[in-house]
């Protein structure tokens, strides 16, 4: 039995999700920050001293343009899972506190995958291909348990999975 292997994302891979306009606005959004603390709020006589103005600065501005790069990449990573980018990415906007981000990491679908014998796109979660019947999760070919890629023992039954394998074909 041919075992397929998970499919696991970098976190490089997931930072080059996130379109350019996205880091533009962050980069835009940074400097604004600095520039409100640094030369808007010099003006009040009340105003922190100016080491204290450029940390804030720092702070706002991270938090802000990380606001931003999420709308960006829940944007992309919507589409790529084959849900509404407009409905997430205003959700993920406009509810407050950053609930609607929150929201999107717990309730998104499963990357999609390819049926590796028919090559048709496949919602993720699925156990069978819809359009061939192919079985894409790896199974025991003696108690049909879903099983890892790479187990040599079922951890169902304790039968060797390789040998099954090669039995059977």
Not at 23 to 48: C, E, Q, R, S, Y
Not at 104 to 114: D, E
Request: hydrophobic share 45%; aromatic share 10%.
């Amino acid at each position: 039995m041919q075992v397929r292997a998970e499919q696991r994302t970098k976190f490089s891979d997931e930072l080059r999700l996130i379109p350019a306009w996205a880091w533009v606005l962050a980069g835009i959004g940074f400097v604004a920050t600095h520039v409100v603390f640094d030369f808007v709020m010099a003006n009040d006589p009340k105003a922190p001293r100016l080491w204290a103005r450029i940390l804030m600065a720092f702070g706002a501005g991270t938090i802000l343009g990380c606001y931003l790069l999420l709308i960006g990449y829940i944007n992309r990573d919507a589409g790529r899972r084959g849900m509404s980018r407009l409905a997430w990415t205003l959700l993920a906007v406009f509810v407050p506190n950053g609930l609607g981000i929150v929201l999107y990491f717990i309730l998104r679908q499963a990357l999609p995958s390819l049926c590796q014998k028919c090559g048709a796109r496949v919602q993720g979660g699925y156990s069978y291909c819809p359009h061939c019947g192919e079985s894409l999760t790896p199974q025991c070919p003696h108690c049909h348990h879903a099983i890892h890629a790479g187990d040599e023992f079922c951890p169902f039954c304790g039968k060797r999975v390789e040998a099954a394998a090669e039995i059977s074909t």
